[in-house]
């Protein structure tokens, strides 16, 4: 059993999720003039949406949950707020998942005050029903247990953080030296997926320069924090 419940979703699993979603936009005769799309999770599905809906406008919104190093800021917010105007309009609101609920509920609360659209509704491919603070109006999975999306656009990012977890667990039991294979063995332990050596080798690049690991010969070596 891996010990994060992780799902590893490829683009044609994206493209028909956003095809069931529109249907659903679509069946309840909901006719959005703009979407926005929650970055950065939101910018493949509120793209697809767009083309799938015939939808010609697309703006974005930036929530922002962690600060640098991630130390987590008190709230999460809009981190570069701006203002237009439209009022009158109708908005789809696009994120890919509604896992705490967070990111849809200060977007949502922001485009409300601040845009003043005539009305918004919120979509999602995936909602995780026991955690989120926030049911989306549309939806296309209901999530009963709690999953890590591993979503073709953070996989890179995604394999960084893995390995950087399991580099820094393994540390505090004592082991300190890794070859590439034992690694991406302890990867597919850990999280259950194979995301292929194109990207384990850049998470590898990542971890190198960011300094948590060294080189040495064929053995990547944690180096003191
Ligand atoms: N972002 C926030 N929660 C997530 C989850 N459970 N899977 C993928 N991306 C997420």
Known sequence: MPKVNTKLVLWDEIVGWCWRLADKVRMEGFKPDVVVAIARGGYVPARLLCDFLDIHDLISLQILHWGKAAEITAVAHVKYPFVVDLSGKKVLLVDDIIDTGDSVIIARDYILSKWKPAELKTAA???????????????????????????????????????EKIVKESAKEGKLEWTYEELVKEFRNWYGIDVGETYYRIALTRLLENGLIERRGERYVVRRQ
Request: glycine content about 0%.
């Open 125 to 163: 491919m995936q909602w995780i029903s026991p955690v989120a603070k926030i049911k989306p109006d549309f939806y296309v999975e209901e999530v009963k247990e709690w999953v890590w999306y591993q979503y073709p656009w953070t996989r890179a990012e995604d394999t960084t953080n893995f390995f």
